[in-house]
C-alpha cells in the first residue's frame, strides 16, 4: 500500500493524534498494528531484536541482560501507564522529537535500525538515523520493522535520569542515559553517555566517554564530568527552560548516572 499509493503511518497513536490537533487526519493512513512479523522481542545469539509493534509496556515485562535498565527506566517514565501501553519504541524514534525519551538510552546502546520496504530491506545506526528535529533517513515506502541492539556490553550498568518541570506525564528538559561496562580491575572499561532534549537530536558524548575510560569504577564518578564535555551539545531556549538552564541540568543529571552505575555494581 505504500509502495502504491503512500500514506502516513499509524501505529499507537500516540503522537500522530495529538499532531493533528484540529485538522483532520491525512487520506491515506496506513495502520500497521495488525503486521504480527513486527510484534514482540527476541533475543537471538549476538543482537536483541525489538520489533516494530513493541509497545513501552511490553519492553518493561521482557526479562532483558543489565544494559538494559537505563532503556526500561525510559520506558517507565513515558506518559503514563495507557501511553506505555500504546505507544511504541519504533513510532518514538520515527517521530524524532528532540525530547523523545527512547533515543538517549537507545543510542547508549548502539541501537540499529532495519527499514523494511516492497523493495528489501537495510540497515541504519540510530545515530544516523534522526539526521534532526522531527527529522529522520525515513522514505516514505519504508516500516522501521526491527531495532536491532548488539549483545556486546550486555552485563554493563546503566542509568537513564530524565528532568521535566514536574515529576509524572511531562516532557524532558533533559535527559540522559549512562552505560558503564567495569573491567575485572574495577576500572572502567567502556563508558557510553547520551543526552536528549538539549539539541535537534540526542547525542553521544565521545571527549566524556573518552575521559572515563580506565579511571576507578567507584562513587564519585560523576564528579568527572565537566561543562567542557558538553560542548557538541547545543540547547535551546524555549517555554521549557533556557539553554543555560538545560547545560547545567544536563551536566548534573550525568553525574548522578555516573554515580547510579557505579552504586549499582
Ligand atoms: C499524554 C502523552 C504523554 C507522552 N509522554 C511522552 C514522554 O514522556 N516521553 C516521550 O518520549 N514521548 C511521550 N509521548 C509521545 C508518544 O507517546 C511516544 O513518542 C510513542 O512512543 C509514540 O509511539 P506510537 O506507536 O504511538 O507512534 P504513532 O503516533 O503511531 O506514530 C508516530 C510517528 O511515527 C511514525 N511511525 C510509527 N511507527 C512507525 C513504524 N514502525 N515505521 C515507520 N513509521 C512509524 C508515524 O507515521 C508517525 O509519524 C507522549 C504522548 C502523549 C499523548
Known amino acids: 500500500m505504500l509502495a ?16 493533528l ?29 525489538i520489533g516494530g509493534l513493541t509497545t513501552w509496556s511490553e519492553l518493561v515485562a521482557t526479562p532483558l541482560p543489565r544494559c538494559f535498565d537505563a532503556v526500561k527506566s525510559a520506558a517507565r517514565e513515558i506518559g503514563g501507564i495507557q501511553i506505555q501501553n500504546r505507544g511504541t519504541v519504533a513510532g518514538n524514534l520515527c517521530n524524532a522529537s528532540p525530547a523523545a525519551d ?5 543510542l547508549a546502546l548502539d541501537a540499529e535500525i532495519e527499514l523494511v520496504s516492497s523493495v528489501g530491506m537495510r540497515r541504519v545506526s540510530l545515530s544516523d538515523f534522526i ?15 526491527n531495532i536491532i541492539v548488539p549483545r556486546t ?6 542509568a537513564f535520569l530524565k528532568l521535566g518541570a514536574r515529576r509524572y506525564l511531562v516532557i524532558s528538559i533533559a535527559m540522559v542515559a549512562a552505560i558503564i561496562k567495569e573491567d575485572d580491575n574495577g576500572k572502567v572499561a567502556e563508558a557510553r553517555i547520551a543526552v536528549g532534549s ?34 557538541p551539545l547545543s540547547p535551546i531556549d524555549d517555554v521549557r527552560a533556557t539553554a543555560t538552564y538545560r547545560n547545567d541540568a544536563a551536566l ?13 555494581h
Open 4 to 19: 502504491e499509493s503512500g500514506g502516513q503511518i499509524l501505529s499507537g497513536g500516540t503522537d500522530f493524534f495529538p499532531a
Open 21 to 49: 490537533g484540529d485538522r483532520p487526519a491525512p487520506d491515506r493512513v496506513v495502520d500497521i498494528s495488525g503486521l504480527a512479523a513486527i510484534k514482540g522481542i527476541a533475543v537471538e545469539a549476538d543482537h536483541v531484536r
Open 102 to 106: 527512547g533515543v538517549p538510552p537507545l
Open 131 to 145: 539526521v534532526g528535529n522531527r527529522k529522520t533517513l525515513r522514505r516514505p515506502n519504508e516500516i522501521l520493522a
Open 153 to 158: 556490553i550486555e552485563d554493563a550498568a546503566s
Open 198 to 231: 538539549c539539541s535537534a537530536a540526542a547525542q553521544r558524548l565521545p571527549g566524556l566517554e573518552k575521559a572515563l575510560a580506565g579511571v576507578p569504577a567507584r562513587n564519585g564518578l560523576g564528579a568527572r564530568g565537566s561543562l567542557e564535555q558538553l560542548a
Open 252 to 264: 548534573t543529571l550525568i553525574r548522578r548516572a555516573l554515580n547510579a552505575c557505579v552504586e549499582s
